[in-house]
């Protein structure tokens, strides 16, 4: 049973691909504790998710497609029992959305059994997974995760950290981990930090790893730090071990994390995603003014920005739009005749608050262009004078190829409209993006910092490959059919 | 499946019984019109959806426990063809959550077949029944609205209109009614105005009746105007007859409605319920200024007195606490010592912006108490500095019997403690609700257009029986069990 | 979720409507006894189930769509508790298969609770249903339980004992009726005795009513004796009080329950069922002897009248015809090309067995001959040299109007073809109906205690106007939609 | 949802592990061709179910817990189209019952992709596995499958024949395998012939493989021969060529397939599986006389002995137990003090045909005993004089390694107690065994063809290992819940 069905209401959106929690903890509620982490990362992954934990001997996994309090219940959590243990929840296209793609992935090998749960997306997976098929290996998934596993099976004869860091060598890309073994959590971030990852610690002993210092809140652990770029962490009975793998100069966090992805109560690399929202609303006010009657969001996630905005500019902020709560759910879509329906199901014009004004919508990017132009349109049909439309992201010109979800470069509108033309496209009285350094500012941290590419596309790797083969689709040999 | 399970998250809230619609117009998509409104009268009940059409020969008619889109889907909706339909949903309390009570009601009756779908609640609806059963007359429900299609089909030899005038004499109580005949539908609203009910109009021809006007938008029909209270609407294919059964002076129209029961993008009355919920929280700020670095709401639905509040006292507007939008879903409670964890799960302090500050927090209501509370602790342990708590209704001092599920008396916090002892309950450093007559003023309206029994216990009728059976719960002799 | 589709597999056969059973006992085990007795029942009716307890002050029920044990789980069963309950299991025809059909029906009447459960058929149940509307009582169901339940409540201020024996004084046509009250069960069976129903005792204390004695074993109570045609059983803390509220010189039995119906473990009227298809099966012989290498059954039903004739003869018994243990589950209909498919997945011939060799197969009846014809077809194709046909009940020409779900007349091939052609038709080397005679004679009861319309068209009471109505179809004024 | 239950109603039935179904054959129904294989196939495996497709570029699977109906819809068999295809229906140990070990197993290696089915065991699967995973091999089940498809992956570069020959050098055991590539598809049995495997052709061109020919019979296939002990069948679009990788001097024959896997309609190795347990049941006759009123089976598979027993000793043949048919689902266990019910529920006495009668009861193998002791004491229960216990299969004195699902041999009960001492154990009045002698007799080959290594503890290769892992239970290092 498919229960989400967004895709005609989150078009506009890139998707995050993943989040996952590890956590090392003598607890006999561990399990409770990864549930509740995958609960708080839910947004980063509505698709499935997984949960595995060990007591040393035994590893016990249970994953599926959904929701985490659809795919776990009382009965599943009571029954695993550990005191290290990871979980996953997952985002995916289209076509690869079945169960065995699910993470953890959990393998036996040589050594035992290993879990794997992976935020993020390798340039030379595919590279890689031939060159193991060449060696005769086979491959029951199509998750870079398998292949990552395997290598670091291959290599489990060296130990731990060597096996790891030979995996590490190995492969490239965007890459958050968490691993578990029979008797230790492993926290792996790519040597760009191109995904989060960070430390917490509960008060009275364990340590638990996540996505996103939101997760650490619910369960009560102190964030201490992040896990640097190219470092491992290592924890067992012995404690932590933090082991720099590899070293660069440069560094290329994701900003859509900052602008998008991210939960605004979660902090990265030190800076509140809530705040870096309001500045940039307050940033896109000085960048992009405009007479207006009022300002107002795009809910719920422009809402911090359109705050900066009212702020920075003065004029009050309103709102103009509600979301609708029951949205998300699987519902009937209208006929044709019928299709404005599914627009006004969603945002829903708060015509009392729009009759006559001149209204500055807050959003946070646009993608394709095509709920810009129904907002547009919906907020003018409602008596909105004008519609000043602000954009507290640049203009989205290149694919992403290190773990999210972007159309082709051909489907994103600002590849080949220029900003008057997309304004022309949504029907906006004016049109106003960010600048990339505007950007970076309400971050607070110097651009060289973090990975613009889907701005610039200047990709901090080579990705001429994934650039060839974008459009041609992810090639397939075979496919789970879902019922 | 029970997939909402928010005892624990809306205790405070005060519940709505239900939402009707019932439209009439010669079109194929007939039942994806009453399905759409139903969707957006999702927000009145939660708990079962129906809908009934006939085509002047058969009625079809399917209900079911769950979400509107839960409960219907394409094939079902494309077999129910007809001229005239009516939909519900209903909220109810816990023990008498069974399919069984799932309206509409559809009989069969002398006459032919009849179809009724009712929110309220009457106050001589046990007399009616009790008298009815010494006439020898069963029941299968124990819903209210099996009294009145009982009526109704005793009358029916009188003819539509007069059956429905007799019936509606002998009832008391709060009712907006949608009945559906083989070709008629008629629309009846209480002779106090207690329950909501309006009449749209499609410009192809056609009329459609919805407990709230934001049905018309999005069935693009027309708001034409409220029915009235004590006036009977008949729709046939010769057209609208309206038929004023009962002309009272007074006039009770639920004040709830307005506070947190109607969508916000609804005209109830003639005023736009947004625009009276940012006047409550304009005239909050006036009848309880406070100094304070941050006012925010509890979302979603005070978050239009909270702008309000904040326009009126030059406090800046800010979030204080993020909805988790994905609670409202089943998900495994914590164990005791994990209990805190479920309030930070559904209402989460936005840390960084909390911090030091003295923060206004506004809320719609306050029934119990307890959310109100932790609302305060969580904030206070995120690091506020000082939480001054404001309530844009009066404090709730009664029982309601007219169709709001209020709980037991003994259990609203301002029924046995006045506003400082709530204070100190609740821990806030400030306390204040807007008075009465604040209330109705931001409503535009004269007080005496209103109940205002939850507030000051002025019941509008005589409710001395429903008093004193209040405490001992709803009289059953059976039940229906749920798996 | 319909898990049975049988209607392709079963058509020929004609269904019981209903079994009943109640049961009077001070044991916490009383709903596990009510279990176990439908779950022996389910053959009289796999399409839903329901069950009803009293403790005297609080009635539970539930009831749904489905098999025993699907419709209840241990969590229904524990929460009803009683010292008297009643369960229902149902067939029905397709066009009414929805929940609100399913018994036992539970009303609040002036008195308290009713629940009634019905295994049968009324004559003048419409007639009825038309005065009672008259009179102002609408109706919820399309079941004739509803009837009935009006009369008793109209009349319950008679008391009890007077009030069935009212109600029975109007209603005619084929009952077995279990009547819960809150302190009391009573057991009905019609005048004529058309529907069975039997009355058993357990050891430390208690009665129990069922529909077969098969019911009684799994539940280790005695048998002690059938209700008798016309009587009244009403037991309550008192005991057992029996009224013979009507008495006839003619009984009416329907034989269909020895040829069919009734599990082969019951005994029905102090007679075996298995005894009685066994001895059919001789009389066969005797009436339609032939030559052949092997007598098989047509399974599971006909085994004993093929054992029978197999004894009688001297000719060996065998296996021609397996059975598919797995077919009565749903199953993907194969399309056209691939029909024969369906037909060799349900009854397989035992290739082996069959080559060369001249069979007689017995099957217990023919209704519309299409199986009879797919079975000789297959056998033959299979390499039976012969194929004569033995059928141990006579040729169907007549409707039933007494609960017994028979296709239009037009639909019976006896009503059309005389045996000649049938056998024709069926492509067997000969056919042989057993006579009404040896029929009953195989039961060793008088001819005049049974009902044999079906056979012979003399109905035991005027159903003229259902004969009229038989063809058009039940009249329905409403429906409800299954999804 | 669990449908099925069964483990306190076949506790004693020896289980087999798998059934596998080929096709290769240019028809649009293909997958609808599987579909019906594998329906007649599921008495070989109700736990999961599954069907892979290739048509030459693509590869399509489907695999699920449950029955075939239940895992699969139209809609999915009309998404998987190809000209070759291969089925799998799956019994297994409670332990291991999760969807990942559900077949077929579906694999992307170097070559294109691989899709395999394996009915049998290995006995050296741990040792290839541990030496795989010494090579850095991962594995996600605990199937032998996965170890096999590994080999043939690291062969595949020697060439399709040639990887199959070099990967059958290496496994030991018992194993019939179909193997789908793009274009072809292969059908291997072992050296020894334990594991059933037979070939057919379609008349209108096309072959398919199966474990029993009851699959060819359901789509119109001829039969065309076994499948020889250490052959492989290769078929291409230039059609069959067989390669003889392996041939033995001797044979070993699972000899459980005519005693009860098998369904009676089968023919194996040129004997027909219904012929030769009817042979057993004359055999026993002989073996075994006894002076008694009637011979009745424990039905249903042991119906043809008892036949057989009735045929030969002259005793009338007769029905002592119903099996209840609806048995099989879930149902509620009954607390200790009912705990009778579930015997009575299950296997019915019939009473009045039983009545102070001596009775021969056939069934086809005791295991633990506990089911024939509940058989001979209900029986008794009934009224029985005497009870005959007859077992058409020597006893069971030893586990089996190679696929069959036999308890630890500490269970078995003719492994610890003699034929006297089990007749007292099980309450009988006489107790026999068929010979091992009678038993190859009953199938007319000499018992050098057979495996009878349950029956002697002479296992047809070593299986030391097994014998001493044996008891300790399998190893696990992961483990999926199953919710």
Redesign the interface.
Known sequence: MKNFQQQDFTDEKLKEECGVVGIYKNDA?LS?YL??GL??L??RGEESAGI?VSDGA?????K?MG????V??????A??KGNVGIGHVRYSTSGESY?ENAQP??????G????LAHNGNLVNGEKIR?SL??D?????TSIDTEVI??LL????SDGTVESVKRTLDLVKGAYALVIMKENELIGVRDPLGLRPLSLGQFADGGYVLASET?AF????AEFVREVEPGEMIRITKEGLESIQYKKLEKRASCIFEYIYFA???S?LDGV?V??ARLNAGKILAKEHPVKADMVAPVP?SS??AA?GY??ASGI????AL?KN??I?????Q??Q??R??AV??KL??????IKGKSIVIIDDSIVRGTTSRRIVHSLKKAGAREVHVRISSPPVVGSCYFGIDTPHRRSLIAATQNVEEIRKTIGADSLGFISIDGLTESIGTHRDRFCLACFDQKYPMDVKEQQKANGDGPE??????Q?
């Open positions: 509620m409770k549930y509740y609960y708080t839910q947004h595995a035994r590893t016990e996994y249970h599926g929701l985490v309090p659809e776990f219940n009382d009965d599943i959590l029954k695993m169960v992935l959990v393998v036996r090998y040589r035992g059994s290993i879990a031939r098929e060449d005769g290996v086979v491959f029951q596993v395997n099976a291959r290599y489990s939101c809140d619910v369960m009560d939960r605004p109560d902090v509140s809530y705040e719920d809402i911090p705050l009212a702020q009050p902020y309103g709102d509600m709560k029951y998300g759910r699987t519902f009937i209208p006929e005749s019928l404005e329906i006004k199901l829903i014009p708060f015509r009392e608050n397939k040999t075979f496919n789970r059919l019922p």
